[in-house]
């Protein structure tokens, strides 16, 4: 049986299903699940005899969960659907795919950023304005350009440079356009 897919949980599930027809049939492979060795270790005294007391259903121990790898593949199919994301039905994948597709166009131009309250360009701002200015209801920005504007006093030959001479201006120069 030869199944690809590129869902990981599908690979899992047939992996894990030919594992257990696998133990299950026997597959000519005797393993058996066995108590540890004691490692040459004698129990000191006899085993404690109930006293008159006690019932003697408290006298027998109570019976361990067997770790073995049946029992380990039953608790991760137990777990199996927690990890699994839920399947959706295809309605619901259309609608997803349906937002994701939206049509969007690609437009060039240049707009200056305003600057925010915290002095940061607002470029979100100046895309939206690009893709107004051709017909589009927002974008988003795709390319910036920055550019130092400076008055004329920078030109006076011999006179310094005063921090607030220049200001660095951004400008949006192409965006991407959704009705």
Same mark, same amino acid.
């Given at each position: 049986?030869?199944?690809?897919?590129?869902?990981?949980?599908?690979?899992?599930?047939?992996?894990?299903?030919?594992? =257990?027809? *696998?133990?299950?049939? /026997? %597959?000519?492979?005797?393993?058996?699940? !066995?108590? #540890?060795? @004691? =490692?040459? *270790?004698?129990?000191? /005294? %006899?085993?404690?005899?109930?006293?008159? !007391?006690? #019932?003697? @259903?408290?006298?027998?121990?109570?019976?361990?969960?067997?770790?073995?790898?049946?029992?380990?593949?039953?608790?991760?199919?137990?777990?199996?659907?927690?990890?699994?994301?839920?399947?959706?039905?295809?309605?619901?994948?259309?609608?997803?795919?349906?937002?994701?597709?939206?049509?969007?166009?690609?437009?060039?131009?240049?707009?200056?950023?305003?600057?925010?309250?915290?002095?940061?360009?607002?470029?979100?701002?100046?895309?939206?304005?690009?893709?107004?200015?051709?017909?589009?209801?927002?974008?988003?920005?795709?390319?910036?350009?920055?550019?130092?504007?400076?008055?004329?006093?920078?030109?006076?030959?011999?006179?310094?440079?005063?921090?607030?001479?220049?200001?660095?201006?951004?400008?949006?120069?192409?965006?991407?356009?959704?009705?």
């Amino acid at each position: 049986m030869m199944v690809r897919s590129g869902n990981p949980a599908v690979r899992l599930g047939t992996l894990m299903s030919a594992a =257990l027809l *696998l133990l299950l049939s /026997g %597959g000519g492979i005797g393993w058996t699940q !066995s108590a #540890p060795p @004691s =490692l040459g *270790l004698q129990q000191q /005294g %006899g085993p404690a005899a109930p006293s008159p !007391s006690t #019932p003697a @259903s408290s006298a027998a121990p109570a019976r361990e969960e067997n770790p073995g790898l049946i029992n380990e593949m039953g608790k991760l199919f137990d777990k199996l659907p927690s990890i699994l994301p839920p399947i959706k039905s295809p309605s619901e994948t259309m609608n997803d795919l349906s937002r994701l597709a939206k049509p969007s166009t690609m437009v060039s131009g240049r707009v200056a950023c305003p600057l925010s309250s915290n002095g940061a360009p607002d470029c979100k701002q100046a895309a939206d304005q690009l893709c107004q200015s051709k017909g589009y209801k927002e974008g988003k920005s795709l390319n910036a350009d920055s550019a130092e504007k400076c008055s004329a006093k920078v030109l006076i030959p011999g006179r310094q440079r005063k921090p607030d001479d220049c200001r660095t201006d951004t400008f949006v120069t192409s965006a991407l356009c959704q009705n």
